[in-house]
Antibody
Framework: QVQLVQSGAEVKKPGASVKVSCKAS????????INWVRQATGQGLEWMGW????????GYAQKFQGRVTMTRNTSISTAYMELSSLRSEDTAVYYC???????????WGQGTLVTVSS | EIVMTQSPATLSVSPGERATLSCRASQSVSSNLAWYQQKPGQAPRLLIY???TRATGIPARFSGSGSGTEFTLTISSLQSEDFAVYYCQQYNNWPTFGQGTKVEIK
């Protein structure tokens, strides 16, 4: 069965960076794009970007351009999302998801809570 | 950016009743529209993609319709496990989500 398992919760200070991992199993990792979506507590969903694990090509939402980097290690079927220059507004649960089409997530990870606090 | 507007914000429905949720796009997204269900503390679950295609394992009581700018998610007979927040998402252009509709027990 398709599974996406994310790394554990993180606490970061303002200005720092965070890197979240997402390990895929149950399907061919390089055959589907990976999307990243975040959700602040009690708020809605916010799409951050996509990555093609085969080519490494990426596309980022304008809001995150210059601060987000999505990468992968195909040998271990793992995707990564790094967000830099963190601020309190970045406190959220970050989800990775396999994309049915380029930007339509079907299977989701369990989420990683990133807390930004001084 | 395409803005997705969902209505109503909250829908109070009795078990066994029909629920109709709406989603409007600020410009045409063709049929590139998905619906997700999210329960507290859980990741979203894909229900519908392509505006009307049920995702794998989704019960037939969930149906989607619409194209262009107006979309509807219908739950024909609400079960206890269906009380949750529902989001629409367009993926015709850079993806955006609606703000969600909470379906609560009446």
């Amino acid at each position: 069965q398709v599974q996406l398992v994310q790394s554990g919760a993180e606490v970061k200070k303002p200005g720092a960076s965070v890197k979240v991992s997402c390990k895929a199993s149950g399907y061919t990792f390089t055959s589907y794009d990976i999307n990243w979506v975040r959700q602040a507590t009690g708020q809605g969903l916010e799409w951050m970007g996509w990555m093609n694990p085969n080519s490494g090509n990426t596309g980022y939402a304008q809001k995150f351009q210059g601060r987000v980097t999505m990468t992968r290690n195909t040998s271990i079927s793992t995707a990564y999302m790094e967000l830099s220059s963190l601020r309190s507004e970045d406190t959220a649960v970050y989800y990775c998801a396999r994309a049915l089409t380029t930007s339509c997530p079907d299977y989701w990870g369990q989420g990683t809570l990133v807390t930004v606090s001084s | 950016e395409i803005v997705m507007t969902q209505s109503p914000a909250t829908l109070s429905v009795s078990p066994g009743e029909r629920a109709t949720l709406s989603c409007r796009a600020s410009q045409s997204v063709s049929s590139n529209l998905a619906w997700y269900q999210q329960k507290p503390g859980q990741a979203p679950r894909l229900l519908i993609y392509g505006a009307s295609t049920r995702a794998t394992g989704i019960p037939a009581r969930f149906s989607g319709s619409g194209s262009g700018t107006e979309f509807t998610l219908t739950i024909s007979s609400l079960q206890s496990e269906d009380f949750a927040v529902y989001y629409c998402q367009q993926y015709n252009n850079w993806p955006t989500f609606g703000q969600g509709t909470k379906v609560e027990i009446k």
